[in-house]
């Protein structure tokens, strides 16, 4: 069983829509969470970061986090096409190296 | 600021041949890491370098090699390609000071025939 859990998708949504994109994990351990946007052939980029349970909010974004489930969610209000990308979760224990565990990643398509 | 770049874009290999894929980084970061992506797989962790001086294996670092020349730069070197390690190779970096996110360069696809 692979420590982090993501949804390969696709998930395809029309303009407008409300999306979820989730990832479960198994170890206990990890403190902090992060989501990537990756567009095609590019780069993951760092989308959110949260310390913990609870929600962050950064305009149409919103990652919550229930540590009590081993689970975290990335919500995207009004969806747009250039929404459409690959959404990988990344986590972490507190350790010197820093080392990020990630996801398989989740392919989202917002359909105009 | 260029924040992180690697060279090559692109790489062809044959079997057997070796290579180094560079990167470098102008944030000031201390901890940089090389990963590759391969359809399904996810983003795997090859080698990485928490801070100048120091390197460390990742999930798969069998087949490459690393060197953290400096602060700025971390190579990863292929000694004898296989076509396995046809993937696209992304390097990141990190800030020293708690687990801030990693940051990506552009990615090096490379195929080994």
């Known amino acids: 069983q692979k420590e982090v859990e993501q949804d390969p998708g696709p998930l395809s949504v029309p303009e407008g829509a409300i999306v979820s994109l989730n990832c479960t994990y198994s170890n206990s351990a990890f403190q902090y969470f992060m989501w990537y946007r990756q567009y095609s052939r590019k780069g993951p980029e760092l989308l959110m970061y949260?310390?913990?349970?609870g929600n962050k909010e950064d305009g149409r974004f919103t990652a919550q986090v229930d540590k009590s489930s081993k689970y975290i969610s990335l919500f995207i209000r009004d969806s747009q096409p250039s929404d459409s990308a690959t959404y990988l979760c990344a986590m972490t224990v507190m350790d010197s190296s820093y080392k990020l565990i990630f996801g398989s990643g989740t392919r989202l398509l917002v359909r105009p | 600021n260029a924040g992180v770049t690697q060279t090559p874009k692109f790489q062809v290999l044959k079997t057997g041949q070796s290579m180094t894929l560079q990167c470098a980084q102008d944030?000031?970061?201390?901890?940089m890491y090389w990963y590759r992506q391969d359809p399904g797989m996810g983003l795997r962790l090859i080698y990485y370098?928490?801070?100048?001086?120091?390197?460390d294996k990742g999930e798969v670092p069998n087949g490459y090699n690393v060197s953290r020349l400096n602060k700025r730069e971390f190579s990863l070197r292929l000694e004898s390609a296989a076509p396995s390690q046809t993937s696209v190779y992304f390097c990141?970096?990190?800030?020293?000071?708690?687990?801030?996110?990693?940051?990506f360069g552009p990615g090096t696809r490379l195929t080994v025939l």
């Open positions: 370098s928490a801070s100048e001086g120091t390197t």
């Open positions: 990141a970096s990190s800030g020293g000071y708690g687990p801030t996110g990693q940051f």
């Open positions: 949260t310390y913990s349970s």
């Open positions: 944030m000031n970061h201390n901890s």
